[in-house]
């Protein structure tokens, strides 16, 4: 049994509570790892630490920070095949993407905050009988909050920027997917980086997660989770003046015209619909079909949804694994008995999935795939965060937008279209945060990453991520 410790002032702890909770594999249900549940008396431990750590990572040349950085990148490497495994035991996600998008990934996040950060420059304002300049300083000790879905990926995400930006950081994986986090903080103490600059607790997100959002001692909260987590994360920091930066649900639109390149387009939304399990908050959930190739796209969609193989996470074969929890597969079994109250017609998902002995306890799902669901249904309107799809029609450019906006969510939407024109009059007034037309989930570091209305606030990726995690301050000098 692996006996998962926090990592405060450099060294790997127990929680000052002795208590531990299970973390389960969700492909054959079973324990195999103890996480430290985390209180009060751990994040005081951790703020003593980041507190002394501060003057000292703030000041440091950011070559020197960047250094770190680029150890701890190679380090992920080094340990790809490791990492991989964990994660896609502790997730339940095929190996196979664990080894060429998570830990790749992971590693890519520490090295372009590395380089980011030397190339990173302020502004300066020249006048008739002045000059300002900005500097940007640290914000000082930041809270780094992710989610189960791409455990190390997501984590790194936050924590690569803020650390190279000089600040000292307090995170939390989510208790569900704990294991890389862990193994993460190991390879930190490798590295050599300095103790208490960055410091991990784990434990459950409404105790720990909420401790470390309530303490004033926190200038910054990057997170990544869902809406009713956010809003209340944005209620407790309001009143504090904190900075926030909020990457929430999403129902993602996907728009598909008649004159895209088809097999692209149901090549690419098989993927968005369906990769990790459907449980990426960038993945397309409602699919509009121009009405003219509804029948056509439906019929290719359908035979490449059948053929996906769900499996063993450890077989190559595999295109999907099983969900991550119990908890989350009762939820969209559950949007699976809703989306047929409310009318759906099922197209796929029910036949029986193969699995041998030690894998018939898993959390596996078929990918689902419905039609005939009017836009306003909660199938439709609600997040799922699972391997469930509708097909829609529309008719004509403005109803795919209205249908589109007809959200309370605004992620990422695709536009699938040979007409550049019309692609480019789509992306202007579609109300998401990210547009990718005739291609899905294609990230560049360097562009601004989130979402508008309850998707989120603020963005991350590239600059924007150092602006969030400094703080501005104008000096000006009169001739
Ligand atoms: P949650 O909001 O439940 O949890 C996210 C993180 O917050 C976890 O670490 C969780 O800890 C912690 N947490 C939970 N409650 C609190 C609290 N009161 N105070 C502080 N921290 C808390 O989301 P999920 O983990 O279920 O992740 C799925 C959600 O994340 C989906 O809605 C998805 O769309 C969204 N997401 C958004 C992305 C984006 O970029 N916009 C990317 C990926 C996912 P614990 O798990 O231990 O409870």
């Given at each position: 049994m692996i006996k998962i410790a926090n990592y405060i002032d450099g060294d790997l702890v127990p929680p000052k509570s002795s208590l531990y909770m299970d973390d389960v594999n969700p492909a054959t249900a079973e324990v195999f790892a103890q996480i430290p549940l985390s209180n009060q008396d751990d994040l005081k431990a951790a703020i003593n630490s980041a507190n002394k750590a501060f003057p000292m990572w703030s000041k440091m040349s950011v070559e020197k920070r960047a250094n770190y950085l680029m150890k701890i990148s190679s380090l992920i490497k080094e340990n790809l095949d490791q990492l991989a495994q964990a994660e896609s035991q502790d997730t339940g996600k095929p190996l196979q993407l664990a080894r060429v998008v998570d830990i790749p990934r992971a590693s890519a996040n520490m090295e372009f905050f590395a380089h980011a950060i030397t190339q990173f420059s302020s502004e300066s304002h020249s006048g008739k009988n002045s000059i300002n300049y900005t500097l940007r300083r640290p914000v000082g000790l930041v809270a780094c909050i992710s989610p189960w879905n791409l455990p190390l990926y997501l984590f790194t995400w936050k924590i690569a920027p803020a650390l190279a930006a000089g600040n000292c950081v307090i995170a939390k994986p989510s208790e569900i997917t704990p294991y890389t986090a862990y193994l993460f903080s190991r390879l930190c103490i490798e590295a050599g980086l300095p103790k208490g600059v960055l410091n991990i607790l784990h434990g459950q997100g409404p105790e720990i997660g909420n401790t470390i959002v309530e303490s004033e001692n926190i200038k910054a909260v990057s997170f990544t989770g869902g809406t009713t987590t956010g809003r209340r994360i944005a209620e407790i920091s309001a009143p504090l003046f904190r900075k926030v930066s909020l990457e929430l649900g999403g129902k993602n639109p996907a728009l598909v015209f008649a004159d895209c390149d088809l097999d692209k387009a149901v090549e690419g939304l098989v993927r968005a619909s369906f990769t990790n399990q459907g449980e990426?908050?960038?993945?397309?959930s409602r699919i509009y079909i121009e009405k003219s190739i509804y029948e056509q796209f439906k019929g290719k969609f359908i035979d490449k949804v059948k053929a996906l193989k769900v499996g063993a996470?450890?077989?190559?074969?595999?295109k999907m694994g099983a969900l991550v929890s119990a908890q989350h597969l009762d939820k969209v079994r559950r949007y699976i008995a809703i989306a047929k109250e409310e009318g759906g017609r099922l197209l796929c998902g029910e036949e029986p999935i193969e699995l041998e002995e030690k894998y018939k306890h898993g959390y596996f799902l078929r990918p689902h795939v419905f039609e005939n669901l009017p836009n306003t249904c909660r199938t439709n309107q609600e997040e799922i965060f699972g391997p469930l799809v509708s097909l829609n029609v529309f008719q004509g450019e403005e109803e795919a937008l209205l249908l589109a906006n007809d959200s309370e969510y605004g992620l990422a939407s695709s536009i699938w279209t040979n007409d550049l024109s019309k692609a480019n009059r789509i992306a202007d007034q579609i109300e998401t945060g990210i547009v990718w037309i005739n291609c899905w989930?294609?990230?560049?570091?360097?562009t601004p990453f989130g979402g508008m209305k309850n998707s989120g606030l603020g963005r991350e990726g590239g600059l924007e991520a150092l602006r969030f995690f400094t703080e501005p301050k104008n000096v000006c000098i009169e001739f």
């Open positions: 990426i908050c960038l993945c397309a996470p450890d077989e190559q074969s595999s989930m294609n990230r560049d570091l360097r």
